[in-house]
């Protein structure tokens, strides 16, 4: 099950429960979306989870976050969402990716020649650069 966020044309944020990825882009293409509240099917998809917030501090404010902000607020998001699977990681991806095991959001360690054979077997697999690492 997957859980969805939406905001209605009357900006009531709802949450919908999906079975996978998949029956909700049906769901929705076929407009069966609707706001619990007011029944309108106007509704959008809204990505909570993708804000990224700063922290204003005397120094930093009205600066522009830097790169590495958003890589390590891109990286808590992967943290705090995803399931970490370690060296499992390219097993568990293919057992994922051909239907082997539920569908779900998964992070770990690959070497790079394991990740090239993941992006040519057509898995999309997307880079984490460890600010921890790099910056400490
Ligand atoms: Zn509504």
């Known amino acids: 099950m997957i859980n969805i ?12 429960c999906f079975k ?10 076929m407009g069966l979306i609707e706001c619990p509240l007011c029944n309108t099917m106007n509704v959008k ?24 902000q958003y890589l390590e607020a891109f990286n808590n998001y992967v943290k705090n969402n995803f399931e970490y699977v370690g060296n499992s990681f390219p097993d568990k991806a293919r057992a994922i990716y051909y239907g082997l095991e539920e569908k779900k959001n998964i992070y770990g360690d690959v070497t790079p020649s394991e990740a090239k054979e993941l992006v040519e077997e057509g898995i999309g697999v997307f880079p984490i650069i460890d600010t921890e690492k790099l910056i400490n």
């Not at 044309?9 to 709802?14: K, R, T, V």
């Not at 996978?20 to 293409?29: I, L, W």
Request: contains cysteine.
């Open 5 to 16: 966020d939406f905001e209605c044309e009357n900006q009531h944020q709802f949450e919908g």
């Open 20 to 29: 996978d990825y998949e029956s909700f882009k049906k769901q929705q293409e």
């Open 45 to 68: 998809r809204i990505y909570k989870g993708c804000s990224i917030h700063t922290k204003k501090s005397k120094e930093g404010q009205g600066k522009t976050p830097n790169f590495w």
